[in-house]
């Protein structure tokens, strides 16, 4: 047997006989194991709670009676934002931002019943996830089942022995790397399972799933590789421990928190209130549809005319009030559209300055990677509520246009004075049936992938950081073992 | 007194000592810092929304005052309404940074406006944020394992524990040692705490509660590293296991009870309500207009002798079905409550038995940032709706035109309200 085997194979017989070591192993896989079938189960109860809610609004929509298109473009539309099927494995901001979005003419609502608004505050303890349980708790066992590897050996007098019988240091690092991979392997295996169940029962993208393996395999391996340098590093194992686990405490307790802040604190958000308000005040510069002079809508007017080659609104061969309608909504329509793309762009900015400090922590960057490939990341939302509203558009759209060609302007007009315009104002049922729902095009595995990069990168360079510690380190023991 | 002089000076040579506790007190700085910047922030935007709402104010009342429809301003006038941070809210963020401290409500139907949420990045408000009552939770503790957790175990590697032991047998030599060092871990994270809060304007009682609470905090896991150094295993067992139990109590529990609490008290209605809610109010439109004014007469008694509708369309009408449409939610709004308000309470009687959710819990209440604190905004801004409504409703039963002039007569939030 090679001696890196040999040492591999001894350090996991003496674990296997330590108490501590079967309990924190027998702990996280189970831990782990729990949050994986909570995971799983919740993800898809949540799941058939929308899509049953979704199946609802969509018949209540359809069912509506006969009505004043206008009437229909303030019923409006719920619609929710399906689940992926790696959330089961990490949700992500899934419980912090709304699922559902009411969708209603010329406003733009939020996004609302987050989970997090509905949760005391044991929400942000965090949440126990088969990710939150590799991320946080992983490091941990890795850090308490190997900071004596080599600093044990040495206290003990043990190392010199094993230089003597002719035992490379390179050998004695890589030995012991190997035997905690192998508990790592232990911590991995049932989010490996649930990655397994959701790809082949859930139906998740196998790149993505293979992605997140891969991912957490990398973080571990840092993990494995810094813990047993610095045990080969450290005077002490007292001091092995106690460094190990401050760089624990500052990767996944401590820089995640800092990140929030300082993210916050350069790039802050308007309120939605102040949005709100600087929206309608953009609108009234572009055109004010209440007063009946407003230049913009006295030239829509006269285009409107000249077009139909008529003098008057009242003879146009369409309802001039549902032309406005349009008019009005295209308008709105281009302002939320701006202010939303500027609030993205202001969140990505956030995100990636968070992001930059994976640089100190890879509890970051594998946090980045691992809501990115399972589509849970706030990109996956911000899609949703680009389709939302893009939806929303469409089919307010539509009903405008229903108003303009299937009404009469002098009906329209004096739909309240007149009770029998009044009922022909109001159009028959089966246009609301006509109107196509909601369907929701999630990341395709490409722009998951893509989402993914930044985190992966930067884990590719916390692995050769560990890898060049462990050469240090094997370079160090041999020159103190000499 | 001079003994515990000697004993800080000995404690203070020490390697670690003097790093790990301006380590905790700087990080306490920052923390006190970063939440008084956020709370400044909150307290400016809810300064700087007045004037801009009285603008938007202004340009509904030019054009609405001019054939006085008192059911346009009450349908297009948005009315402020705002959640001040209480002078401790900088220490404990809570909720504030997910759920609106501002909101406008209008005087149509309150269920489909009173859930409105705020925009934030979700990916930041995901780890939570870096306040005070963090450093408290979870840090303080990690100190202090580090600062106890050799100290009868290091005497005895060091070969000193017998001597130690045997010179003058003064059974409260630990003791001391240990509460020197809990009390200076002690003095590192409140006094940052106790200057932001004078800085706020804290009364005194809130912040002998706070630094209550910490001391009692401190002092579990003091005694949890006297416990276990006093069984007698290396310094390096004690830190493992130490360690342990502070992933274990502050971290893999709580997270445990967060899915059981959740599991068990499910808030489903919250979507159920306003999926109803829409219902019912759009079917307005299509109920005869008698029977809808008849049902809100039965709630509004004092508009019953008004003029009858007769035209098309009337505001009468339109405000009647809008609060119909409200009430006929009001059993899955309480019903949603409860369950909010159950996992409030079970919460806190996790809290009871866990030590970190039990500090969050009570940080969280004193300064008014937690679950209840939200209901609690809610619970004003409905108080505020109705005297808003009530407000409108004589200029629309009693076909009272609305003037310039009758905007400034409208409710105003109050900080009391």
């Known amino acids: 047997m090679s001696p890196v085997l040999h040492i591999a194979a001894n350090e996991l ?28 189960s919740q993800g898809r109860e949540s799941q058939e709670i929308r899509s049953r809610f979704q199946a609802q609004a969509d018949r209540e929509f359809d069912g509506q009676p006969a009505r004043h298109p206008h009437r229909m473009v303030h019923y409006g539309h719920f619609v929710f934002r399906p689940l992926p099927a790696l959330a089961g494995f990490d949700p992500g901001v899934d419980a912090f931002t709304g699922s559902t979005l009411f969708l209603e003419g010329h406003r733009q609502n939020s996004a609302n019943f987050g989970d997090v608004r509905q949760s005391s505050l044991l929400v942000r303890f965090g949440q126990l996830t088969p990710a939150f349980v590799i991320q946080a708790l992983g490091p941990l066992v890795l850090i308490f089942l190997g900071f004596g590897a080599i600093a044990r050996e040495r206290d003990s007098g043990l190392l010199r022995l094993h230089f003597t019988q002719g035992v490379r240091a390179g050998q004695v690092v890589l030995g012991k790397a190997a035997a905690l991979s192998v508990v790592a392997g232990l911590i991995l295996a049932p989010a490996l399972g649930a990655l397994a169940w959701l790809t082949l029962v859930g139906g998740a993208a196998p790149v993505a799933a ?134 993205f762009a202001d969140q990505r900015r956030q995100s990636g300055m968070a992001l930059a400090l994976g640089l100190v922590s890879p509890t970051l960057a594998v946090r980045s990677l691992s809501m990115a490939a399972s589509g849970t990341d706030l990109e996956g939302h911000r899609r949703f509520l680009r389709q939302a509203e893009a ?45 196509p729902d909601f369907v929701y095009r999630p990341a395709s595995t490409s722009e998951a992938l893509g989402a993914a990069t930044p985190g992966l990168l930067l884990l590719g360079g916390w692995l050769a950081l560990a890898g060049g510690l462990a050469w240090a380190a094997s370079r160090r023991l041999e020159r103190a073992g000499a | 007194m001079s003994h515990l002089g000697q004993e800080l000076q000995l404690f203070l040579r020490q390697r670690l000592a003097v790093p790990t506790l301006a380590l905790l007190a700087l990080l306490s700085v920052v923390s006190v810092v970063a939440g008084m910047t956020e709370i400044r922030r909150q307290v400016e935007t809810i300064a700087r929304i007045q004037p801009l709402q009285a603008a938007e104010e202004a340009v509904v009342a030019a054009w609405v005052s001019r054939d006085g429809d008192a059911g346009n301003a009450a349908y297009y006038t948005f009315h402020a309404t705002w959640d001040r941070p209480s002078a401790l809210a900088f220490a404990a963020l809570g909720q504030r940074d997910v759920a609106p401290y501002v909101l406008r409500v209008r005087a149509l139907a309150l269920e489909s406006q009173i859930h409105e949420g705020e925009t934030y990045n979700a990916e930041l408000a995901l780890p939570g944020r870096f306040d005070w009552a963090f450093v408290l939770t979870f840090l303080a503790p990690l100190i202090l394992i580090v600062l106890l957790h050799d100290l009868i175990s290091g005497e005895r590697e060091a070969g000193r524990l017998q001597a130690l032991q045997a010179a003058g047998g003064r059974t409260g030599l630990w003791t001391h040692r240990a509460g020197l060092r809990a009390g200076l871990v002690f003095v590192a994270v409140a006094a940052p705490f106790i200057a932001g809060a004078a800085m706020s304007g804290a009364s005194a009682v809130e912040v002998l509660g706070v630094l209550a609470v910490a001391g009692l905090y401190l002092a579990f896991w003091t005694l949890v590293c006297l416990g276990v150094g006093a069984l007698g295993r290396s310094s390096v067992a004690n830190g493992a296991v130490l360690a342990a139990t502070w992933v274990v109590l502050t971290l893999v529990l709580p997270a445990l009870a967060h899915i059981a609490i959740n599991s068990a008290n499910p808030v489903r209605q919250g979507v159920e309500l306003t999926l109803a809610q829409r219902e019912a109010v759009h079917a307005g439109w299509d109920k005869p207009k008698d029977a809808t004014l008849a049902a809100f ?121």
């Open chain 1, 13 to 40: 017989r003496l674990m296997a006989r330590a108490r501590v070591a079967q309990l924190a192993i027998a702990l996280v896989v189970i831990l782990s194991a729990v949050a994986a079938l909570t995971a799983i």
């Open chain 2, 297 to 417: 007469f039965r709630v509004h008694t004092e508009w019953r002798d008004t003029p009858p509708v007769t035209s098309g369309f009337h505001w009468k009408w339109y405000y009647a079905f809008q609060h119909l449409g409200d009430l006929s939610v009001a059993d899955p709004v309480r019903a949603y409550r409860r369950g909010l308000e159950s996992r409030d309470a079970w919460t806190a009687r996790v809290g009871l038995v866990l030590p970190a959710a039990g500090v969050q819990t009570a940080l969280h209440r004193m300064a008014g940032t937690d679950l209840a604190a939200q209901l609690a905004y809610q619970d004003r801004i409905r108080a505020f709706h109705e005297r808003l409504r009530r407000f409108y409703y004589p200029y629309i039963f009693n076909e009272t035109p609305f003037r310039e002039g009758d905007f400034a007569k409208a409710p105003r939030w109050a900080e009391g309200d």
């Open chain 1, 210 to 343: 293979l992605t997140l393996a891969a991912g957490y395999a990398a973080y571990l391996l840092v993990w494995v590789l810094a813990t047993t340098s610095i045990s080969a590093l450290a005077p002490s194992s007292r001091t092995a421990l106690a460094s190990l686990v401050a760089a624990w405490a500052l990767s996944a307790i401590l820089a995640p928190r800092l990140a929030t802040d300082i993210a916050l604190l350069a790039a802050p958000q308007p309120t939605r209130l102040e949005t709100d308000i600087a929206i309608q005040r953009d609108l009234k510069k572009i055109g004010d549809s209440h007063n009946p002079d407003d230049p913009h809508f006295n030239a829509f007017r006269a285009s409107v005319l000249k077009t139909y080659g008529v003098a008057r609104v009242e003879d146009l061969p369409v309802n001039y009030r549902g032309l406005i309608a349009m008019e009005g909504e295209r308008l709105t329509s281009s302002l939320f559209e701006r202010y939303a793309e500027r609030q």
């Open chain 1, 391 to 435: 939806y929303r558009y469409a089919i307010v759209q539509r009903l405008n246009r229903l108003q303009a060609e299937r009404l009469t302007f002098s009906d329209d007009s004096k739909r309240n004075s007149d009770p029998e315009a009044g009922r022909r104002v109001r159009i028959d049922p089966g246009a609301w049936r006509q109107t």
